[in-house]
């Protein structure tokens, strides 16, 4: 690879560059795997092979409609189960994801967005104890994700409103980090229930391109799931029985 060709990827004139190009400069730049599927997404984008460039000959049914999908976010009772796109719009939940994400959620009229959450409500730095860190997770994914369709509008608006209304966003987005979720461990603070310390993973739902399905868990036999299961029992649906 030529010195020339090499400041002409740098410049972002990426189009038409094999993958083993892409490899290569992975390799040298020693990326991380998230970085490196990053580069291959601008990548793909420049060649016009984007999600957004792909054929919509059907349209994708929206998780919270799907029955199947419901279905199994119910089946989850010791967990939180929460579906999410890639513009951090919470699309579908079980009960419990909906009591736990209560201060998220709101009184339920709009799409809830962990992003606006996050950056433009005070009530998450009570609820991310680790604010800061969550806030580089948050915005390292979505990164990652708008890397993958550069094209999405909703996404350009949301990253413009964020950056405005945030300096902190409007830094960090700055920054050029990219993660994937994957999975790990993440401390909370509920309102009604105090800590929570729970591992998390990220599970892709490939019905629905750019979506992702999130489960929470706690560890057996430990306050957090003591605390759980208190905040599931408190938002049970209570069943009556007529007297014969």
């Known amino acids: 690879m030529s010195v020339e060709y090499y400041s002409r990827l740098e410049r972002g004139m990426i189009a038409g ?37 792909r054929p919509r000959g059907r349209r994708t049914v929206r998780p919270e409609h ?61 609820f991310y104890p680790d604010w800061d860190l969550f806030a580089g997770m ?4 979505m990164r990652a994700d708008a890397g993958r369709d550069p094209h999405d509008r909703e996404m350009q608006d949301l990253v413009g409103e964020l950056s405005t209304r945030s300096d902190t966003f409007r830094q960090l987005w700055g920054a050029h980090d990219v993660r994937s979720h994957g999975s790990g461990t993440k401390r909370f603070h509920h309102p009604d229930v105090g800590e929570l310390i729970l591992s998390y993973e990220e599970l892709v739902i ?17 306050t957090s ?9 408190w938002n049970a649906p209570m069943h009556t029985t007529d007297a014969s």
């Not at 948050?138 to 994914?141: L, N």
């Not at 490939?206 to 430990?222: H, I, K, N, R």
């Not at 799931?225 to 029992?233: D, V, Y």
Request: proline share 2%; with cysteine; aromatic share 6%.
């Open 138 to 141: 948050c915005v390292a994914v």
């Open 66 to 126: 799907r029955k199947s999908l419901q279905q199994l976010l119910s089946a989850f009772t010791d967990g939180i189960a929460v579906v999410r796109d890639q513009r951090q719009n919470i699309l579908a939940t079980n009960s419990l994801a909906r009591a736990f994400y209560t201060s998220v959620i709101g009184d339920g009229s709009g799409l809830p967005n962990l992003a606006r959450f996050q950056f433009l409500d005070p009530e998450s730095r009570n």
């Open 206 to 222: 490939t019905a629905d391109p750019g979506t992702v399905l999130m489960v929470y868990t706690a560890e057996a036999g430990s």
């Open 17 to 53: 560059a094999s993958s083993s190009v892409l490899e290569a400069v992975a390799r040298a730049l020693q990326l991380s795997d998230a970085e490196r599927s990053h580069l291959f997404d601008l990548a793909r984008a420049a060649d016009g092979n984007s999600l957004a460039a």
């Open 225 to 233: 799931a003591e605390r759980l299961k208190l905040l599931a029992s």
